[in-house]
């Protein structure tokens, strides 16, 4: 049963960088992170597909965040970090369709890293 953890996660002011990191205990086709704003749903951030190492991010993260591989370890390079990139941050990997757009794309989940940034 393949096994997604995230790390990584903390508090900075605007402005400041951080890097979360997933470890899955096997190889996937597709991983991906996700973000929980406060009292908001779940939504997208950044995908990779691990066939050719083609990477997206959504334009409100673009020119700030960065989403790269090395073996079975993802990261998320965040930089210039906004208050309202608050939230938990969840890895998700899969081997169906590689995208944001829907989450039952992905089987298997981590349990989430709290990245608070403070005005």
């Known amino acids: 049963h393949l096994q997604v953890v995230e790390s990584g996660g903390g508090s900075v002011e605007a402005g400041g960088a951080l890097t979360l990191s997933c470890v899955a205990s096997?190889?996937?086709?597709?991983m991906s992170w996700f973000r929980r704003p406060p009292g908001k749903e779940r939504e997208g951030v950044a995908r990779?597909?691990?066939?050719?190492?083609s990477t997206y991010v959504v334009n409100s993260v673009k020119g700030r965040f960065t989403i790269s591989r090395i073996n079975n370890t993802v990261y998320l390079q965040m930089s210039s970090l906004k208050a309202e990139d608050t939230g938990t941050y969840y890895c998700?990997?899969?081997?169906?369709?590689?995208?944001?757009?829907?989450?039952?794309?992905?089987?298997?989940w981590g349990q989430g890293t709290q990245v608070t940034v403070s005005p």
């Open positions: 990779i597909w691990n066939g050719d190492g």
């Open positions: 998700a990997a899969g081997n169906s369709i590689c995208g944001l757009e829907d989450e039952s794309w992905y089987d298997y």
């Open positions: 096997e190889r996937v086709r597709c």
